[in-house]
């Protein structure tokens, strides 16, 4: 399940950034906030999450990358809420509350699947 949410995820998160880079500095739909430092930072954590996600071999470094992420997203909702240029690294700031509420989603999310979803060990099986 972990992985699929990496590769889901990661995926989604590159096309988005390569969009962005696509439409230039311009302002999706007038919805979405799109600026040439955000894409990139979307094309370095997507392709991190794809790639745990499709190549790595321990759940751990998958968990890892996918809640460390998470709260790498959570943070930058936060933020955005108070600091809309993310202290001028998002020159055109994020100027909808989707950019947001997505950010939130998204770090939820990764936190939610990598630290607590299925972290439980299996039960041990009986003595013989």
Known sequence: MIRLYAKAVGITIIVIGMGGLLLGNES?????????????????T?????????????????????GGLGVVYLLVGIVGIFEPTMFGIIPHGYDTVLDN????????????VGFFLGAQKAPASPAR
Request: glycine share 10%.
């Open 28 to 44: 999706l739909f007038g919805v979405l906030n799109i600026d040439l430092s955000e894409d990139a930072i979307h094309l370095v």
């Open 101 to 112: 509420l997505i950010h939130l989603t998204l770090g939820v999310l990764g936190i939610a």
């Open 46 to 66: 997507g392709a991190a999450m794809a790639a745990v996600g499709f190549f790595a071999r321990d759940l751990r470094v998958v968990r890892a990358v996918v």
